[in-house]
């Protein structure tokens, strides 16, 4: 039997009332489990936890029932954790970090026990959760009260919990919408991260049983959309059919953003300057080329130079590309003030159109280009851009635990960057 615990979802889906309740009680189960797990025993952790026997009994078995595995091996003397126990201890555990961080960060080292107890409640309750990221995200109660299925007043009643369990306000009521505090921002960050770690269980043991499954969200680059990305990701379809794959097209730092809060996987493309809460994993050198239609008039051309292209009417992508910022960085070294670009764009279909249609130049990698290039839709101009040569590869979270589903991505990402060598 697999395990189904629910896994997150887009940001279009609405969850029914049963996939809410799974989050929920999932949460709440994962904390009796855990000190099920410390102490050995069923008894013993119901002292601890101010619980009849019967309660936290009838807890860990929900939990096995809602994994489809046991988690424990029981024996006369106490319960002793198996492979899957000790797979979900993992996971446990880095939620328990989350809610301990963000303890600290809401009420500080000094707040009362009864104070973290109730703010601790609120925060392994998984519809809460997903209430107070979503009311970040769409910053409207009526949408998030839509969403849900709830009454406005619901959600209202929801946020001043959390606001009184705090001590401060979480979002700001403006014209606009609500918009989140220093501190709500916080506590939807680390929000976020616990649910990445409960999304990540499935997976986890579905590896256990032979079978690879679950939710990986991959932020891609532009780089890695055309060839790269496509053909590991048929490999993963074709291989493990259960692994559910969603793409993040955004600028990187909104890319970034969500590896930090778990809400994304992992980011490919071109690698950006050392940060000490992601690593990156060099795969191989690209180096952009000025790239026209066939047909266009510098072609016949017989001599061309940098300082030729400074006025030509040029598409570019964003001024904080890496591609971007190596080809100003070349026309500043010849003394050149870069050129401004007729169209600035990051959508790939844009480019190529106005490519094909006017006499438009544009700095690209040809990884981006392939299929046009060996058509013979486009063509290279003898142009050396050296300085715009940038590491590709994989950029993850410091510290991050990968699901089983996640690290075979990444590795169909590996072969076809080796292969393409």
Same mark, same amino acid.
């Given at each position: 039997?697999?395990?189904?615990? %629910? &896994?997150?979802?887009?940001?279009?889906?609405?969850?029914?009332?049963?996939?809410?309740?799974?989050?929920?009680?999932?949460?709440?189960?994962?904390?009796?489990?855990?000190?099920v797990?410390?102490?050995? !025993?069923?008894?013993? &952790?119901?002292?601890?936890?101010? @619980?009849?026997?019967?309660?936290?009994? /009838?807890s860990?078995?929900?939990?096995? *029932?809602? #994994?489809g595995c046991?988690?424990?091996?029981?024996?006369?003397?106490?319960?002793l954790?198996n492979?899957?126990?000790?797979? #979900?201890?993992?996971?446990?555990?880095?939620? *328990?970090?989350? #809610?301990?961080? &963000?303890?600290?960060?809401?009420?500080?080292?000094?707040?009362?026990?009864?104070?973290?107890?109730?703010?601790?409640?609120?925060?392994?309750?998984?519809?809460?959760?997903?209430?107070?990221?979503?009311?970040?995200?769409?910053?409207?109660?009526?949408?998030?009260?839509?969403?849900?299925?709830?009454?406005?007043? +619901?959600?209202?009643?929801?946020?001043?919990?959390?606001?009184?369990a705090v001590?401060?306000?979480?979002?700001?009521?403006?014209?606009?919408?609500?918009?989140?505090?220093?501190?709500?921002?916080?506590?939807?960050?680390?929000?976020? /991260?616990?649910?990445?770690?409960?999304?990540?269980?499935? !997976?986890?043991?579905?590896?256990m049983?032979?079978?690879?499954?679950?939710?990986?969200?991959?932020?891609?680059?532009?780089?890695?959309? $055309?060839?790269?990305? %496509?053909?590991?990701?048929?490999?993963?379809?074709?291989?493990?059919?259960?692994?559910?794959?969603?793409? #993040?097209?955004?600028?990187?730092e909104?890319?970034?953003? +969500?590896l930090?809060?778990g809400?994304?996987?992992?980011?490919?493309?071109?690698?950006?300057?050392a940060?000490?809460?992601?690593?990156?994993?060099?795969?191989?050198?690209?180096?952009?080329?000025?790239?026209?239609?066939? +047909?266009?008039?510098?072609? *016949?051309? $017989?001599?061309?130079?940098?300082?030729?292209?400074?006025?030509?009417?040029?598409?570019?992508?964003?001024?904080? !590309?890496?591609?971007?910022?190596?080809?100003?960085?070349?026309? @500043?070294?010849?003394?050149?003030?870069?050129?401004?670009?007729?169209?600035?764009?990051?959508?790939?279909?844009?480019?190529?159109?106005?490519?094909?249609?006017?006499?438009?130049?544009?700095?690209?990698?040809?990884q981006?280009?392939?299929?046009?290039?060996s058509?013979?839709?486009?063509?290279?101009?003898?142009?050396?851009?050296?300085?715009?040569?940038?590491?590709?590869?994989?950029?993850?979270?410091? +510290?991050?635990?990968?699901?089983? &589903?996640v !690290?075979?991505?990444?590795?169909?990402?590996?072969?076809?960057?080796?292969?393409r060598?």
């Amino acid at each position: 039997m697999q395990p189904n615990l %629910p &896994a997150s979802r887009g940001e279009q889906s609405r969850f029914s009332d049963d996939e809410l309740q799974l989050i929920e009680e999932s949460l709440q189960y994962l904390r009796t489990f855990a000190v099920v797990a410390e102490q050995g !025993s069923i008894a013993r &952790a119901a002292d601890s936890l101010y @619980r009849a026997t019967s309660a936290v009994n /009838r807890s860990i078995q929900e939990l096995e *029932q809602r #994994v489809g595995c046991s988690l424990f091996d029981r024996h006369a003397r106490g319960m002793l954790l198996n492979r899957m126990g000790e797979s #979900v201890l993992i996971r446990t555990r880095r939620i *328990q970090e989350e #809610v301990d961080q &963000a303890l600290d960060e809401m009420l500080g080292a000094s707040g009362r026990h009864s104070e973290r107890q109730h703010l601790t409640t609120l925060l392994l309750n998984g519809r809460k959760l997903m209430l107070l990221v979503w009311l970040a995200r769409v910053r409207q109660i009526s949408s998030v009260a839509r969403h849900f299925g709830m009454s406005q007043s +619901g959600v209202s009643m929801f946020l001043s919990r959390f606001e009184e369990a705090v001590g401060q306000p979480l979002f700001q009521r403006m014209a606009q919408g609500l918009i989140t505090t220093d501190r709500g921002a916080r506590l939807v960050f680390r929000a976020k /991260r616990i649910l990445a770690e409960l999304r990540h269980i499935p !997976s986890d043991l579905s590896a256990m049983h032979g079978m690879l499954t679950g939710e990986v969200t991959i932020g891609a680059l532009p780089l890695g959309r $055309t060839h790269i990305l %496509p053909t590991a990701l048929a490999k993963i379809v074709s291989q493990h059919p259960g692994i559910r794959i969603k793409t #993040v097209e955004s600028p990187y730092e909104s890319l970034a953003a +969500g590896l930090r809060s778990g809400e994304i996987d992992f980011i490919f493309g071109a690698l950006r300057p050392a940060d000490k809460e992601l690593a990156a994993e060099p795969l191989f050198i690209d180096e952009v080329s000025v790239v026209v239609r066939q +047909g266009h008039p510098l072609l *016949q051309r $017989t001599s061309l130079t940098l300082a030729d292209l400074r006025d030509m009417p040029w598409i570019l992508s964003r001024q904080d !590309s890496p591609s971007r910022q190596g080809l100003e960085i070349s026309f @500043r070294d010849i003394g050149l003030r870069p050129p401004q670009p007729s169209i600035e764009t990051g959508d790939l279909a844009i480019l190529r159109s106005m490519l094909l249609q006017t006499d438009c130049i544009t700095a690209i990698s040809l990884q981006q280009l392939g299929g046009e290039l060996s058509n013979s839709a486009f063509a290279t101009l003898p142009i050396g851009l050296e300085k715009t040569r940038r590491q590709i590869g994989i950029t993850t979270r410091a +510290g991050g635990l990968q699901s089983p &589903a996640v !690290s075979a991505v990444v590795e169909a990402i590996r072969q076809v960057c080796i292969s393409r060598e």
